[in-house]
């Protein structure tokens, strides 16, 4: 009797202490939401400071190498992404007159009593729009600079903290979480890479096929590929739905382009994240759809685009760590796809 009520107790503290946590990261987005981004690059850029002290580089000064090359990075980018918006900006005139143009005529052609475009404020939503934006550069802005700051403390501590492992506990303790420690950093290391060079190589195919087929501005539609194809699934639909968009409008009155476009985009994704993706990552961190999903609605809810972009490297950093820690591997099970697990229970029916 008391051991169900203990259990009961354990259940109902540890569903309390979830909302807690929960609580204390939706109002501490400020602080912890750049924590998590430095904890993230850190796995990336990590290997290089360890390199540079390896060859009697001062930690200090090998971390500032880095993030200045970081910076130097991520100004580029920015420089870059701005320059795009401002062209399209540009432009938008132009493809506002033939949407209007294209929407008169499904008007007309399907005999629509009502104008699907009528009433609309093209002139306030996009001043809207542009203040969204630019709010959301000055957000960014002043998140980037949390996010050096703390990467900075990250690395700098980062090439002793086996050393720390050493001292802390005895040697056999200490060599078995070092092995813990290697195998989870190894493996989040390897899943951000290789996530990070799928999502490239996405954007790169979305810039070249519309670059082939003529759609406009399609650097921006490669980088937007790119960056949404860290949300699963609806990020892809997101991205592919502007150029698609905008074929139709560019190319009216014919069909053909938009429809090629259209093609060619879903065929990339589908390619890419059903064919390329589980045999780069491997099926080891294959996550259930299910997992995805409430990551990402989780996430997303918590702290809005950011979260969302966020939502599967984090799931798949819970589920790693969870592999590697045996009382938690029960958590890793669930969490997985069930894949390997099918394929074993098959494999064993077939020798018997």
């Known amino acids: 009797m008391h051991t169900e009520q203990n259990k009961l107790t354990t259940i109902f503290i540890g569903i309390i202490a979830l909302i807690a946590v929960g609580m204390v990261l939706k109002f501490a987005q400020a602080v912890v939401l750049p924590l998590i981004i430095a904890w993230l690059l850190s796995f990336l850029i990590g290997p290089a400071?360890?390199?540079?002290?390896?060859?009697?580089?001062?930690?200090?000064?090998?971390?500032?190498?880095?993030?200045?090359?970081?910076?130097?990075?991520?100004?580029?980018?920015?420089?870059?992404?701005y320059s795009r918006f401002s062209a399209f900006a540009a432009a938008y005139p132009k493809y506002q007159s033939r949407l209007l143009?294209?929407?008169?005529?499904?008007?007309?052609?399907?005999?629509?009593?009502?104008?699907?475009?009528?009433?609309?404020?093209?002139?306030?939503?996009?001043?809207?729009?542009?203040?969204?934006?630019?709010?959301?550069?000055?957000?960014?802005?002043?998140?980037?600079?949390?996010v050096v700051v703390f990467l900075f403390f990250i690395l700098l501590g980062k090439p002793y903290f086996k050393y720390k492992i050493r001292k802390s506990f005895s040697e056999d303790d200490a060599n078995q979480l070092s092995r813990v420690t290697n195998s989870i950093t190894g493996q989040v290391r390897r899943y951000l890479s290789f996530q990070f060079l799928i999502s490239f190589a996405t954007g790169l195919c979305v810039w070249f096929a519309l670059l082939l087929i003529g759609v406009d501005f399609p650097v921006t539609w490669g980088a937007l590929a790119f960056f949404l194809n860290f949300i699963p699934t609806i990020g892809s639909i997101v991205s592919s739905i502007p150029p698609i968009i905008l074929a139709l409008v560019q190319f009216y009155p014919e069909l053909l382009p938009a429809v090629i476009t259209a093609i060619a985009i879903?065929?990339?994704?589908?390619?890419i994240g059903n064919g390329i993706t589980p045999k780069v990552l491997g099926d080891q961190l294959n996550l259930s759809p299910v997992v995805v999903l409430l990551a990402l609605l989780f996430w997303g809810w918590l702290w809005g685009i950011a979260g969302a972009l966020m939502s599967v490297p984090i799931a798949a950093t819970i589920k790693i760590i969870c592999e590697n820690v045996p009382t938690l591997h029960p958590i890793a099970v669930m969490m997985g796809s069930g894949v390997i697990y099918w394929r074993e229970y098959k494999k064993k029916r077939e020798v018997e």
């Open 266 to 271: 879903i065929s990339i994704h589908f390619i």
């Open 101 to 146: 143009e294209l929407a008169a005529a499904l008007t007309n052609r399907f005999n629509l009593s009502f104008d699907p475009l009528a009433g609309i404020n093209w002139g306030q939503n996009i001043g809207d729009f542009l203040v969204t934006i630019s709010r959301s550069i000055f957000n960014f802005a002043s998140k980037l600079t949390l």
């Open 49 to 81: 400071v360890n390199y540079m002290t390896q060859r009697k580089i001062p930690t200090t000064l090998a971390v500032f190498i880095i993030l200045i090359l970081l910076l130097g990075i991520l100004y580029l980018s920015g420089t870059f992404l």
